[in-house]
């Protein structure tokens, strides 16, 4: 059973990946009934695909791997608050809960900019929390953009 701490360690590693492949180091794992049942990461470049954000990627594999899009009882893990593609297509597959380390004050839709995720005339609700290593998230994207911009 993975409590929330290692399942958003998790989803940090995979940030670490997505990095490490040139990618905005933005990562993701969706668990059910305590088990991590899909991971992502940012793959825009790789796969020349503006959809292809980490939470995207993991909403995919879970879809798959359970054999429905529906995601019905998961819980999704992603580093940085979503933006307004990654809300919606999480309240279409109609997950439980979404847990964000770090908000984005430049393009977060769960309040930092928008309010997608729970907007009272949308049809499905879910848990949002923030915080969870927050801090390391947020200095692992600060990080990057900096060596980014020191290249």
Known sequence: ??????????????????????????????????????RGQNRVLRDVDPTAHAEIVALRAAAAALGNYRLNGCTLFVTLEPCAMCAGAMIHARLERVVFAAADPKSGAAGSVLAVLNHEQLNHQMLVEQGILG????????SFFRERRSS
Request: hydrophobic share 55%.
């Open 1 to 38: 059973m993975i409590a929330d701490l290692e399942a958003m360690q998790e989803a940090l590693g995979e940030a670490r990946l997505a990095a490490e492949a040139g990618e905005v180091p933005i990562g993701a794992v969706v668990v059910r009934d305590g088990e991590i049942v899909a």
């Open 135 to 142: 801090d390391e998230a947020g200095e692992l994207l600060r």
